[in-house]
Each structure stands twice: as C-alpha cells, then as structure tokens.
C-alpha cells in the first residue's frame, strides 16, 4: 500500500471513463490529487479523493475514504499484461 502517486497509481487518469452495473465512473487528476467521480454508499454519483493504491506484480487497486472515516478499495482495479 503507497500514497496516491503519479508512480503508485497505475490506471488511467486523464478524465477517463468506466462503465459498470450502470454507473459511469470518471477518473481524473485536478491539482496533483487523483480523484475518481462514481456512486457511493447512497448510490449517488459523487466525488472522492483517491489516497492510497496497492500496487502488485500484476494489479493496482485504489482506495479512498469514502466519508466514512475508513478507507475503501473501489471495486475496479488496473490489471497488466503478463
């Protein structure tokens, strides 16, 4: 697990776009902070801080706190090609 880094954080964040069971998430990078817009606990679209991701051989995994006061990975993760 590593801070939110432009060298931790392997997906792509250049206003990009992912759909999923019907929710259309946008990723994006505003003020060196990495940031995703998806639906929360209350199933509206919102926006949460990206602060940490976990990085493995294979896999990057994101996680916010999702005004909960405990972080949460997002159910979508970053794979690389073996």
Not at 20 to 35: E, W
Request: glycine residues 8%.
């Amino acid at each position: 697990m590593k801070a939110a880094s432009a060298t931790s954080v392997l997906g792509d964040f250049n206003d990009a776009r992912f759909t999923a069971y019907g929710v259309t998430s946008r990723f994006y990078i505003r003020d060196g902070k990495f940031y995703v817009n998806t639906d929360g606990a209350d199933g509206k679209l919102a926006e949460f801080e990206i602060k940490y991701s976990f990085v493995g051989p294979r896999c990057n995994n994101i996680c916010s706190n999702f005004r909960t006061g405990r972080l949460q990975a997002l159910s979508i993760a970053w794979t690389r090609a073996a």
